[in-house]
């Protein structure tokens, strides 16, 4: 949120660099009223290269701004309510202009998107492999575990150094980094969320989740992902068994 914030301040200031190049008295606000010179700005946006949501984004940032100067007047300022309502109304149109190639280009780009998402073949493979070989790297863990204490003496002491060894082993180990790919790349296949709630999600989530956890399984609120402004929380219902693999991930971990 701080960086989108980031984002849309530094828009607005490249606008108002824009308006006010050549001319004086800044602190009057008096240079926004420049019809002519708004047309240009948004001309050139149009051919400076960017992507039209991005342009999009620069008239719609603006907008906000100007409809923010109508109820917050600067200090010293000699705009005009009528004046700034009247480039608010030019701004606000401009941004409406960007709608069709808006849609064209959200079509172009969810056409590239889908032609590389993985084929239903593929999909039901993972569905039905990932299962497995999870559960095979967590039977191959406990052999280990299990090999490793009958090789060692039965001394306090040497089960404490038994503790620490086999707990760099199992940091060492490719068995979790596999785990944790097969896990995500199932779950993706079942609910269709980005990486980025996987990678997001917290400990203390999967603890309050438990709380209300039922015979059929658990429901995780993953609070910080992509989209998260616009969408709030990611939802991932799990199984009993697929929380098994998750807390036995976080126990390797």
């Known amino acids: 949120m701080k960086e989108g914030a980031v984002s849309r301040i530094s828009r607005v200031k490249s606008f108002l660099h824009y308006m006010s190049k050549g001319k004086?008295?800044?602190?009057?606000?008096?240079?926004?009223?420049?019809?002519?010179?708004i047309k240009e700005w948004v001309q050139d946006l149009r051919t400076s290269g960017k992507q039209i949501t991005t342009v999009r984004y620069y008239i719609h940032h603006v907008a906000q701004f100007l409809d923010y100067m109508l109820t917050t007047r600067p200090p010293h300022t000699r705009l005009t309510v009528e004046q700034n309502r009247e480039i608010l109304r030019y701004v606000e149109k401009a941004r409406k202009e960007t709608k069709r190639e808006i849609v064209l280009h959200q079509n172009r780009v969810k056409r590239r998107k889908m032609e590389k998402l993985p084929g239903p073949e593929a999909i039901t493979t993972c569905l039905r492999?990932?299962?497995?070989?999870?559960?095979?790297?967590?039977?191959?863990?406990?052999n280990h575990f299990v090999s490793t204490v009958l090789k060692c003496t039965r001394s306090l002491k040497a089960l404490c150094c038994l503790s620490d060894e086999l707990e760099k082993y199992e940091r060492r180990t490719p068995a979790r980094y596999l785990m944790y790919g097969y896990m995500t790349a199932y779950w993706a296949c079942l609910t269709g969320h980005r990486r980025s709630v996987f990678i997001n999600m917290k400990e203390k989530e999967l603890v309050a989740s438990e709380k209300e956890m039922t015979n059929e399984g658990v429901l995780i609120r993953l609070s910080e992902h992509k989209t998260s402004v616009q969408f709030g929380e990611a939802s991932l219902a799990l199984t009993a068994e697929e929380l098994h693999w998750l807390k036995r991930l976080l126990a390797l971990k």
């Open 24 to 37: 004086g008295r800044l602190h009057e606000w008096a240079f926004l009223y420049d019809v002519a010179r």
């Open 129 to 142: 492999l990932a299962p497995v070989r999870i559960n095979e790297l967590l039977v191959m863990s406990s």
